[in-house]
């Protein structure tokens, strides 16, 4: 090893004194070195008397071998990206990597400096070190997030179904879509005294029908009327039962819109009224026009 420089020039690198040939690609230069490398280590050597190759066999017991894995202190420090989420921790900043590294460990290191400055993150698979993801720093309270990282929603997420447990639970899911689309909403929205208002409900569909306390329901939870008395009040404003689709509309002597009978003079001809005065005395008495 220590000769290696030394053997290049003097039997490898074509110069005027070893009169080597010029190589028209480094794979020619590599095929050299190859040919090389067979001719003296099967020869014996001058100094050890031996043939190179087999002093290497007898030499190999008693060597470490080389580590199958790079040295990984150029790739920074390890973190293991957590099993729920594929976020990773670093100098006070939180880092997407890819969800299908989760469990895993992975190597995270500062590039460059100022605006060009970048946090790198390396994993080391099966087909050795691969750079997975590169993030401008994040400051704590702002994480630097990539949408790619993350797995897409399962199928279905949005289509939230209460599952009913007891009898109670039960007896409330079975008013209807409204009631079950309610459930969900309130639950959501943190509503209290849940269980209260859903013992409530199914007693008022008892007493007014399903279907008419069903549709309050469902009216409630998309306006978002989750209070005390809302839904008695969403009952009480539609009497003929919600599904009816009643239009109200207010009588003409109620109404507060102006008639249109003062327009009507528009455009006839003006009338001239004159004040009679007798005797001149600008009295006009009981004289009309």
């Known amino acids: 090893m220590e000769n290696t420089v030394k053997l290049a020039k003097a039997d490898l690198v074509p110069t005027d004194h070893n009169l080597a040939a010029q190589y028209d690609s480094f794979d020619d230069l590599e095929a050299a ?5 067979h001719q003296v280590n099967t020869r014996i ?6 043939i190179p190759a087999e002093m290497l066999a007898e030499e190999r017991l008693h060597l470490h ?5 790079p040295h990984t202190a150029t790739w920074g420090v ?9 976020m990773v921790s670093f100098e006070n900043g ?7 590294l989760r469990g895993q460990t992975v190597w995270v290191r500062a590039h460059g400096a100022g605006v060009s400055e970048r946090i790198v993150f390396v994993h080391h698979g099966e087909g050795g070190p691969v750079e997975v993801a590169r993030h ?8 630097q997030i990539c949408d790619e990282h993350f797995p897409p ?3 279905g997420v949005l289509d939230r179904h209460p599952i009913p447990r007891t009898d109670a639970e039960r007896a409330f899911c079975d008013i209807g879509a409204g009631a079950r689309l309610w459930l969900c909403e309130a639950a959501e929205a943190g509503t209290g005294k849940i269980r209260v208002k859903m013992g409530n409900a199914v007693t008022l569909a008892k007493l007014l029908g399903a279907e008419r306390v069903d549709w309050a329901l469902g009216h409630a939870a998309a306006y978002g009327r989750f209070a005390e008395g809302d839904l008695m009040a969403i009952l009480d404003a539609h009497p003929t039962g919600a599904a009816s689709d009643t239009t109200h509309r207010a009588d003409e002597s109620r109404s507060l819109a102006q008639g249109t009978a003062g327009w009507a003079r528009f455009g ?6 004159e004040l009679a005065d007798p005797d001149g005395t600008g009295d006009t008495g009981d004289t009309e026009p």
Not at 33 to 37: G, I, L, R, S
Not at 45 to 50: A, S
Not at 65 to 69: I, L, R
Request: proline fraction near 20%.
């Open 45 to 50: 050597h001058r100094t050890t008397r031996r």
């Open 136 to 143: 401008r720093r994040a400051r704590p309270g702002s994480p």
């Open 65 to 69: 071998p080389v580590p199958a894995a």
């Open 153 to 155: 929603p399962p199928a």
């Open 94 to 100: 939180q880092y997407s990597v890819p969800h299908t």
């Open 268 to 273: 006839a001809a003006p009338i001239l009224t």
């Open 33 to 37: 070195c190859t040919q090389f490398c």
């Open 78 to 86: 390890t973190r293991t990206v957590p099993d729920n989420t594929p």
